[in-house]
């Protein structure tokens, strides 16, 4: 059984973007040509860019990017598989990142004894 209804959440994410789209178009215009500039460099394909988008929405905790990308990446063919290879780099770079701030905590804490 799914966590959530992923499927009507797309619609409404969708729906959603719809109505900001009519409120600032300016503002969803310019993410639409961010989102078609990446599409066009010829080096990756459409699915390995999905896996990736994917993979940076789990980083970003981002839900509606999360169903939009989980989708097309199905629809061009990623595998499950492919999928939690994909999110198992995203999970370890974002260890990574943790230990990495980590130190700069220890080097804050140390700081302020100097103070």
Same mark, same amino acid.
């Given at each position: 059984? @799914? ?7 797309? $619609? %409404?994410?969708?729906?959603? *973007?719809?109505?900001?789209? !009519?409120?600032? @178009? =300016?503002?969803?215009?310019?993410? &639409?040509?961010?989102?078609?500039? &990446? $599409?066009?460099?010829? %080096?990756?394909?459409? !699915?390995?860019? +999905?896996?990736?988008? *994917?993979?940076? /929405? ?12 989980? =989708? /097309?990446?199905? !629809?061009?063919? /990623?595998?499950?598989? +492919?999928?939690? +290879? ?13 230990? *990495?701030? #980590? ?11 100097? #103070?």
């Amino acid at each position: 059984m @799914p966590m959530i209804d992923w499927n009507t959440y797309r $619609q %409404q994410v969708t729906a959603g *973007v719809g109505h900001f789209a !009519k409120l600032s @178009p =300016d503002t969803v215009r310019g993410y &639409g040509t961010l989102s078609t500039a &990446g $599409q066009k460099t010829g %080096q990756l394909d459409a !699915k390995t860019r +999905e896996l990736i988008a *994917v993979a940076v /929405a789990i980083s970003l905790r981002c839900d509606g990017c999360i169903t939009v990308h989980t =989708d /097309a990446a199905r !629809k061009l063919g /990623a595998t499950e598989a +492919e999928l939690a +290879e994909a999110l198992g780099v995203a999970t370890s770079l974002g260890a990574g990142a943790a230990v *990495v701030y #980590a130190t700069r905590a220890l080097d804050a804490f140390a700081a302020s004894a100097e #103070a």
